[in-house]
């Protein structure tokens, strides 16, 4: 058995973050999950919807992978990526640092896992990995998956080796803190801005503050848009709420990162920004409650009402994000 020596295992919510704490803790740098979804300006909004599609896709992050490379730009880390075509070369590019003694970040497909819970195929799934030995390999996923948790060689290599959306070419990556850190705190207010004027001038009405309106006119007409409401309406509820975030799809973590730096910094536009985040964080909650309720139901007028906070919530996230802007 190969196993990297003092890795810190907790699990966090977000599987990206998870991998992120444990890579960084081991060298050195123990920041909040809050903390280090913010610092990567990882909050976002899309509505991603297509024929191919069985049913829309609501999305509260950027797309996987940019909130790590956005996090060790900003903290000047070094991210060493790697992708490959090959099997045999992407375990090479695994094994080989955890036989140093150093973690590896893994970009995979949750669906092949032997542990993972629910049974979707998502591309851009984000585990750590410390360890292996002739059968299995030792990884620490979110919470809700039970953090410190092992999956056969064979199911990792399933995992890494899928195509689909949101997936990379057998996706592995290790980070090295240079002797001189940035301080976080000094980011603080970069990475905030960079969140906000992203969500306040989206490039296609799909994302940002626009997405969440439009959105908030497609939400309505979703007993059309499905042959199976009790089926789709509950999944997509479920996935604001219980998508490994803590609910209303990364609200309430970068409500969290809001009230950390409100800590640190003196600034009425972050108090105004934290307020109108938390605010927003209850308002998905109950979005995802209205849309659930219509699937058990089947009557319009659920979806109706959803339809009515999301338009709300998208003026809400507009404004604070309008006020964290001018930090």
Same mark, same amino acid.
């Given at each position: 058995m190969t196993m990297v020596k003092d890795v810190d295992v907790r699990g966090m919510r977000h599987c990206e973050t998870t991998a992120l704490g444990v890579l960084l803790r081991h060298e050195g740098l123990d920041l909040s999950e809050p903390m280090l979804f913010g610092l990567g300006s990882g909050l976002s909004f899309v509505y991603w919807d297509s024929k191919a599609m069985g049913f829309p896709f609501l999305g509260g992050r950027v797309k996987p992978f940019e909130l790590t490379r956005s996090l060790a730009s900003a903290l000047g880390l070094q991210l060493l990526v790697q992708e490959t075509a090959s099997p045999r070369k992407a375990w090479k590019n695994v094994a080989a640092p955890i036989d140093a003694g150093q973690p590896v970040g893994l970009q995979l497909d949750s669906y092949h896992l032997d542990y993972f819970s629910t049974k979707v195929h998502f591309g851009g799934h984000v585990v750590a990995m410390y360890g292996y030995d002739g059968q299995d390999a030792?990884?620490?996923? /979110?919470?809700?998956?039970?953090?410190? =948790?092992?999956?056969?060689?064979? &199911?990792?290599?399933? &995992?890494?080796?899928?195509?689909?959306?949101?997936?990379?070419? $057998?996706?592995?990556f290790t980070i090295t803190a240079p002797s001189s850190l940035t301080s976080p705190q000094e980011?603080?207010?970069?990475?905030?801005?960079?969140?906000?004027?992203?969500?306040?001038? @989206? @490039?296609?009405?799909?994302?940002? $503050?626009?997405?969440?309106?439009? /959105?908030?006119?497609? =939400?309505?007409?979703?007993?059309?848009?499905?042959?199976? @409401?009790?089926?789709?309406?509950?999944?997509?509820?479920?996935?604001m709420e219980r998508a490994g975030t803590g609910g209303a799809l990364f609200r309430n973590l970068y409500r969290d990162f809001l009230a950390e730096c409100a800590q640190l910094i003196d600034s009425s536009h972050l108090r105004t920004g934290h307020s109108l985040y938390a605010e927003a964080a209850t308002l998905w909650t109950q979005v995802a409650a209205l849309v659930a309720a219509a699937g058990e139901s089947g009557d319009t007028k659920d979806l109706t009402q959803a339809g009515s906070v999301l338009h709300d919530l998208s003026r809400i996230e507009h404004d604070a994000m309008q006020a964290l802007s001018m930090l």
């Open positions: 030792y990884l620490v996923d /979110t919470d809700p998956q039970g953090g410190a =948790v092992s999956t056969s060689l064979a &199911a990792l290599a399933r &995992a890494r080796a899928e195509r689909g959306p949101m997936s990379a070419r $057998h996706r592995s980011r603080i207010i970069p990475a905030i801005r960079t969140c906000a004027n992203a969500f306040l001038n @989206p @490039p296609i009405a799909n994302l940002g $503050h626009r997405g969440i309106e439009k /959105t908030a006119k497609q =939400v309505p007409k979703w007993l059309q848009r499905t042959a199976d @409401p009790r089926e789709d309406l509950p999944r997509a509820a479920a996935l």
